[in-house]
């Protein structure tokens, strides 16, 4: 089989049809839904975009060891794998992180394209030069994928796109964002404040128009997926293929009075002038993540059991046929997609890298910021929802099935819950391995 993943940044699930939702105009990826094994409780693990590529290439939960910075060389990632099993590997990204600075995230590709301009004084050089809906950077992404499939079909392949699109800033085509948004005025999207939008000074309809842009950017990535997917078709592979759709996170429009992924402040005259990281809870507009798997010779299906980003890594590594590495952490799905076994999870973790206050950290680009407050991590097990961080910070936890919005924190009545989770956290990241000087903080939180 060949093997194609594709990666679309800051997409919810929430906003896919195939999901339920009603409004959102995503045909492209419904249809793929419906020859795929759709996951309707797929989390991310850490937080944010460059972390969950880590988890993605080592199937590795690499929130309890590291966070936002270069691949450590003695990781071994999942296009190395692959090409050892004699498998053409390819890349073609426009997410700009991969390979800055040193990253090094192109490990084990044989062939790596970066589409440059998604960030940074690039972007408004590339811009300039965009004149057709061709020239933007999921269309170009995209295209230049499958020209490089017209190249390379004869092969056993491994094709990994990433694109951040629907990530800010949002500028899609007009025409796609008149499908949300009525009395289209042709302003620009507001720029995410990443705090309490509110005291930003933003205003309902700020955020609304900033959604409608989203929403557009969902529908275009949507359309050049279904022309992919249909050169795919044309090139006589879709019976030879594993398609693999998923996201890395979501994005809040307001939702707990956040636009952002997190909260950042300012300190005017700081060294930080990006600003410092503060307390950032993960809800599950952020936490949840669509995940389709297309495998020819299996019938779709929708599973509810608990499921992980990481677990894509010995996912792929199953479906060929290729041992899975000692050091995986993660845990196939096959079985659970061809019914062997009903879980595989008990509970799912998603994280920020464990900092601890004071710390000089990355989380969501190259700039330095001081942590101010600790970041939380999420911990589920399908019915609640425990949000914690350190010793002395609030507790929050949520029972999702009938508070799916997460409006109601319900931590006096239920600190037996609480423990529960939190006793499970903190053996999972004994487990990993986690340094103590990140367990010490997290041991007693009641």
Known sequence: MNIILVISDTFRQDHLGCYGNPWIQTP????????????????????????????????????????????????????????????????????????????????????????????????????????????????????????????????????????????????????????????????LAPTP???????????????????????????????????????IDSLGLIEDTIIIFLSDHGFYFGEHRIFGKGIVSNEPGSKYFNGIWQRSPLYEEVTKIPLLISLPGLKSKKIDSLVSLPDLMPTILDIACIDKPDFVQATSLVPLMKGEVNSIHDLIITSWPLYNVGQEIRVVDDFERRLEAPLPSSITDGKWVLIISTMGEPVEIYNILEDPNQERNLIDGNEDVARRLHEEYISFLREMGTDQIYLDTRLNIL
Not at 196 to 223: P, S
Request: net charge negative; glycine share 6%; hydrophobic share 35%.
């Open 28 to 187: 492209h990826l419904d249809n793929l839904s419906e020859i795929s094994v759709l996951f309707e409780q797929a989390y991310a693990a850490s937080f944010p975009t460059m972390p969950a590529r880590a988890d993605l290439l080592t199937g590795k939960y690499t929130f309890t060891y590291r966070g936002w910075q270069p691949l450590p060389q003695n990781e071994i990632t999942l296009p190395q794998l692959l090409q050892e099993a004699g498998y053409s590997t390819m890349a073609v990204v426009d997410v700009p992180f991969y390979i800055r600075n040193g990253y090094g995230y192109d490990r084990g590709f044989e062939d790596f394209i970066f589409i440059r301009g998604q960030a940074g004084p690039a972007r408004k050089d590339v811009t300039f030069e965009q004149r057709y809906e061709k020239d933007l950077f999921a269309p170009k992404t995209f295209s230049t994928a499958w020209q490089w499939l017209e190249r390379h079909h004869n092969e056993k392949f491994f094709l990994l796109i990433d694109t951040w699109d629907p990530h800010e800033p949002w500028d899609p085509p007009d025409y796609y964002v008149r499908r949300y948004r009525n009395g289209f005025d042709s302003q």
């Open 193 to 231: 404040c990443y705090c309490d939008w509110e005291k930003a000074g933003l205003t309902k309809v700020d955020l609304e128009r900033a959604h409608d842009y989203y929403c557009g950017e969902i529908t275009m990535v949507d359309r050049w997926i279904g022309r992919f997917i249909d050169r």
